[in-house]
């Protein structure tokens, strides 16, 4: 549900959605609370309401501060692990210059593909949420071919062999990670304490009486306002591939790997 929201509404529609809706909804339901127990506006009970309400309200936010904290966390993470890999290939593409043509032109190639590969076919994928090793491995495959069977014939050779070799192992291991934080998503349970803690704690707003309707519809809504905003936060950040504040590919169209992309 969470990357079929993200990939078909923008950030925009989906705070209007989230933000809007929880306040709309807290609003009617202490609306209906107060005219079902017309007593809740005496207030006679706001001491004990406000200890609870503080109390869940501590509880709460701990919770929501350490679920955002960790997805901004991966989002940082899954940028770094892209920039990474794409810094990697780039890298390769500059130690090929140190081998003979047909050498380099096989290895071009190769990353060429790959880059290729990822952008317009892998990225979807993670998008979607069912990334494949499919469309990279053919070409990394490839990449690992022509190096196994290169010998370099000079000292100069071997060391720019031996780097093209360790950053392509790099590249594997990058994209597996990446591969894996397409896949991740925020815990069931703690799915269910950040918005599962939303419907006991807004509710427990409707207790806290005031005598006059705006008063107290301007506190339920300014406390349902801020925890909508909080819940828009974990549904953005849960999926760093999908939506409009997702990881982009541009890495892998920049720099040194701008050219494989040149017509």
Same mark, same amino acid.
């Given at each position: 549900?969470?990357?079929?929201?993200?990939?078909?509404?923008?950030?925009?529609?989906?705070?209007?959605?989230?933000?809007?809706?929880?306040?709309?909804?807290?609003?009617?339901?202490?609306?209906?609370?107060?005219?079902?127990?017309p007593s809740l506006a005496?207030?006679?009970?706001?001491?004990?309401?406000?200890?609870?309400?503080?109390?869940?309200?501590?509880?709460?936010?701990?919770?929501?501060?350490?679920? %955002?904290?960790?997805?901004?966390?991966?989002?940082?993470?899954?940028?770094? %692990?892209?920039?990474?890999?794409?810094? *990697? %290939?780039?890298?390769? #593409?500059?130690?090929?210059?140190?081998?003979? !043509?047909?050498?380099?032109? *096989?290895? *071009?190639?190769?990353?060429?593909?790959?880059?290729? #590969?990822?952008?317009?076919?892998?990225? !979807?994928?993670?998008?979607?949420?069912?990334?494949?090793?499919?469309?990279?491995?053919?070409?990394?495959?490839?990449?690992f071919g022509v190096l196994?069977?290169?010998?370099?014939?000079?000292?100069?050779?071997?060391?720019?062999?031996?780097?093209?070799?360790?950053?392509?192992?790099?590249?594997?291991?990058?994209?597996?990670?990446?591969?894996?934080? #397409?896949?991740?998503?925020?815990?069931?349970?703690?799915?269910?304490? #950040?918005?599962?803690?939303?419907?006991?704690?807004?509710?427990?707003?409707?207790?806290?009486?005031?005598?006059?309707?705006? %008063?107290?519809l301007l506190f339920v809504?300014?406390?349902?306002?801020?925890?909508?905003?909080?819940?828009?936060?974990?549904?953005?950040?849960?999926?760093?591939?999908?939506?409009?504040?997702?990881?982009?590919?541009? !890495?892998?169209?920049?720099?040194?790997?701008?050219?494989?992309?040149?017509?």
């Amino acid at each position: 549900m969470s990357l079929w929201l993200l990939n078909y509404f923008s950030t925009f529609t989906l705070a209007l959605m989230t933000v809007g809706g929880t306040v709309a909804l807290a609003a009617a339901g202490s609306v209906l609370a107060r005219r079902k127990y017309p007593s809740l506006a005496e207030g006679e009970h706001n001491d004990m309401v406000g200890v609870t309400l503080g109390m869940f309200g501590a509880i709460y936010g701990i919770i929501l501060a350490f679920v %955002i904290v960790t997805l901004w966390t991966q989002l940082d993470s899954t940028q770094t %692990i892209v920039a990474t890999e794409a810094t *990697d %290939i780039a890298l390769i #593409a500059r130690d090929a210059g140190a081998f003979p !043509p047909p050498v380099r032109a *096989d290895l *071009d190639a190769a990353l060429s593909g790959y880059v290729h #590969a990822v952008v317009e076919d892998q990225w !979807p994928r993670m998008r979607a949420g069912q990334p494949t090793y499919g469309a990279t491995e053919r070409h990394l495959q490839t990449a690992f071919g022509v190096l196994q069977a290169y010998e370099p014939k000079t000292v100069r050779e071997e060391v720019f062999y031996e780097e093209a070799v360790a950053r392509l192992n790099d590249v594997a291991g990058q994209r597996r990670s990446r591969l894996t934080m #397409a896949e991740q998503e925020l815990p069931p349970l703690l799915q269910v304490l #950040a918005f599962g803690g939303a419907l006991v704690l807004i509710p427990l707003t409707f207790l806290y009486g005031m005598r006059r309707l705006r %008063i107290q519809l301007l506190f339920v809504a300014s406390v349902a306002a801020l925890i909508g905003f909080s819940l828009l936060l974990v549904l953005v950040l849960d999926r760093p591939f999908a939506g409009e504040l997702s990881v982009s590919p541009a !890495p892998y169209q920049e720099g040194a790997l701008a050219r494989y992309w040149s017509p």
